[in-house]
């Protein structure tokens, strides 16, 4: 789902340090590849790489980079393989100037129009949809030169999810789709430099204060002029994507207002309400089951325990791109607390089952630890439908609640007992329905069908 972030400093103060900081507090949201563009009002540098923020940049390179105004990102594949080609952030120039983009989401049609812009002659370097949407805004730009109308522009062509930050001349740019499914939020230190982050925790690691959530269909500009907002024309209404309350964010962000730890929390009180089971203990699968386990404990009255242990050296096993590489993660991720584990009950508590094989994996785990019982609940509904706006579940066949039953499932993964939240438990937990629910429940908030023609 990728995670971005930029910085403007109107101090005049290098931005580098920021960006850095900020990519690292997203990391969560992307683990394959980083890459920062910053531009010092004539010129744009840039750097990426493949693996982990703290990897591809060297104090070094950090030192080499300088910049009043720039973009980060860090990479999570759903569209193009895992190469340094389609790390972001991706600059095209023009005779208008250049540009820099860094973009979390999916565009749905983006190989409709790659096709029909390399038919016009643009050459491409990678195999991502974010830099189709690169090359369609400095073809707006040729054509219009006004860097808002052609936001707007392209807007009306893509079909999909996108948050974006855009680095234009010696101006930052920050966009969100009008329905809204990425987050995206803005915010300014105590030197009023101004930011924009994926999620709030990207603010709060450099002491920056939360303004707002950049608002589903604005564009928000930055430059030595202030701040300007606008709309884009085509507003639909919010769809922001359930996943991020769930599973994505962290619990510590705070998105389109409403914190996402408070809400796991009451994603556990409500499983609790609605699978309420009888057992010794409670445990997560950590780390994103805690926060949803420690309401589930509080609502039923059962202990709390961290029956497993995580390796804080193994990065999240769903972003990762291979099953193989997901199960040898759970491996080196997880160890059972055997002595927390033998002769009980034990009810674990996970955000999602995704796959399926990774519950099975972790189930065995505290079986083989001496678990009398092994009761599984999960605070997300049934995963049933693919996702085509940024998360990597892409077929019905990935998904083992699609062509499974309960019971199906609950022989497969091997707990005694098992039990999802329902959709509207979950919506009733986040506190709002204005939301994506397309992987639960089928119906996308968007025509899906440019996924699948001219392939």
């Known amino acids: 789902m990728c995670g971005i972030f930029g910085a403007y400093s109107f101090s005049g103060e290098d931005v580098v340090k920021k960006i850095y900081y900020g990519l690292y507090a997203l990391q969560h949201r992307g683990q394959e590849g980083a890459g920062i563009a910053v531009s010092n009002g004539k010129n744009i540098y840039s750097y990426k790489g493949l693996g982990l923020v703290s990897e591809v940049f060297s104090k070094e390179v950090i030192n080499s980079l300088r910049g009043q105004v720039g973009i980060g990102h860090v990479r999570y594949s759903t569209t193009g393989g895992t190469f340094v080609e389609n790390c972001q952030p991706f600059i095209v120039n023009s005779t208008l100037g250049n540009l820099a983009i860094a973009h ?49 522009e392209v807007s009306k062509k893509i079909v999909g999810a996108y948050s974006l930050v855009i680095l234009y001349n010696n101006s930052l740019i920050a966009v969100r789709d009008p329905y809204g499914f990425k987050p995206l939020c803005i915010g300014k230190d105590e030197k009023d430099n101004y930011y924009i982050s994926s999620e709030s925790c990207g603010l709060d690691v450099i002491n920056g204060e939360l303004i707002r959530d950049v608002s589903p269909g604005e564009i928000i500009i930055i430059n030595r002029n ?14 922001t994507c359930m996943f991020e309350y769930v599973y994505f ?3 510590d962000s705070i998105i389109d207002g409403i914190s996402v730890y408070n809400v796991r929390r009451r994603l556990g009180k409500v499983l609790a309400k609605e699978e309420p089971c009888e057992g010794d203990l409670v445990s997560p699968v950590p ?20 029956a497993l242990i995580k390796n804080r050296y193994v990065g999240r096993t769903f972003i990762l791109p291979s099953q193989e590489e997901r199960d040898l993660a759970v491996r080196l991720k997880l160890n059972p607390v055997k002595p927390i584990i033998e002769g009980k009950r034990v009810i674990l508590i996970d955000d999602s089952i995704v796959r399926g094989t990774t519950s099975k994996r972790i189930v065995n785990i505290v079986r083989k630890a001496g678990a009398k019982e092994v ?13 085509y706006y940024g ?22 993964i091997n707990v005694d007992s098992l039990g999802y939240l329902s959709v509207q438990g979950l919506i009733r937990g986040i506190g709002r329905e ?15 069908s440019c996924k699948f023609c001219c392939k």
């Open 104 to 152: 979390n989401g999916d565009i749905l049609n983006s190989h409709i129009l790659r096709e029909e812009l390399e038919k016009q002659g643009h050459i491409f370097t990678s195999s991502t949809d974010s830099e189709v949407i690169a090359h369609l805004l400095v073809k707006e730009l040729l054509r219009t030169g006004d860097i808002i109308r052609s936001i707007e």
């Open 226 to 239: 202030g701040i300007e907002t606008y709309r884009i024309e085509e507003n639909p209404g919010g769809s």
């Open 249 to 251: 964010a962290r619990p």
């Open 287 to 306: 780390d994103s089951g805690v926060t949803s386990a420690i309401g589930y404990s509080e609502e039923l009255g059962i202990p709390y325990y961290e």
């Open 375 to 387: 009761h599984l609940r999960v605070g997300s509904p049934r995963i049933i439908s693919p996702c």
């Open 391 to 412: 998360i990597d579940m892409p077929t019905k066949e990935e998904l083992i609640a699609s062509s499974k039953s309960l019971e199906e499932i609950r022989r497969y």
């Open 434 to 448: 204005d939301l994506c629910l397309a992987c639960v429940t089928g119906r996308y908030p968007t025509d899906v």
